[in-house]
């Protein structure tokens, strides 16, 4: 069994004559250390499984094993402190809180896990050091560029050295060369680190850094490419 196990998970939505079967039935293993790039069109349930995966939503069937925890048999605190303590999110959209620092931005998560200030500060400005922005610590978000904005996030999203780096589309607001700087940090962080990644992209030449290659189409696993 992987370091995550998923065996027919399915998720539905609407009722009736309006529901809609986004995943139909879906086995995946992913191992420690794995890269994954998943991809596929709009609707082919690649973001809904990312979300399942993330605890940011529940399956309706299958199994999901996150380390030797059936997460779907978990309650919605159980599952928020899994969430809070090993995972990782990076986001298309940043999600980062306008008018506060990037020292304050990447202090978020350890804040919920009530960590003392001096503590959360020394781990924050270490996460900005990994992604090479720990002179931009005292910068509001507005005085970011996207891509410095995105590192912020990825900075954020490492604060808590997360399990698993959950990231959606995470370069979908940039540009080339923005895009290539951070497909080569999350690139280095899986290989140098060992943290295991999982991206939901669209975009072949991002989804070319990752390990695993799955294409998603119409709620299944259609096919894998290993490098």
Request: glycine share 10%; charged share 25%; net charge neutral.
């Amino acid at each position: 069994m992987g370091f995550v196990s998923l065996k027919g998970i399915r998720k539905t939505y609407g009722k009736g004559e309006s529901a809609f079967e986004v995943l139909k039935g879906v086995d995946l293993e992913i191992y420690q250390g794995d890269f994954i790039a998943l991809m596929g069109p709009s609707g082919s349930g690649k973001s809904t499984l990312s979300n399942i995966l993330g605890c940011l939503d529940e399956a309706d069937g299958g199994v999901y094993d996150f380390c030797g925890v059936n997460v779907c048999e978990l309650s919605f605190s159980q599952k928020a402190r899994l969430r809070r303590n090993y995972f990782g999110f990076i986001f298309q959209s940043f999600n980062l809180l306008a008018k506060t620092t990037a020292l304050e931005n990447v202090e978020l998560p350890l804040i919920y896990k009530g960590m003392k200030k001096r503590e959360r500060r020394e781990l924050a400005m270490q996460s900005l050091a990994k992604v090479g922005l720990e002179k931009w610590a005292d910068h509001t978000s507005a005085e970011l560029s996207g891509g410095q904005q995105q590192r912020v996030a990825i900075a954020r999203a490492l604060a808590i050295s997360p399990a698993f780096l959950i990231a959606d589309e995470p370069t979908g607001n940039l540009d080339t060369q923005r895009s290539i700087e951070i497909m080569e940090i999350l690139q280095g962080l899986n290989q140098k680190e060992g943290i295991t990644i999982l991206m939901v992209t669209h975009e072949s030449d991002m989804a070319s850094y990752a390990s695993r290659e799955i294409h998603f189409l119409d709620g299944k696993i259609k096919s894998e490419i290993k490098r």
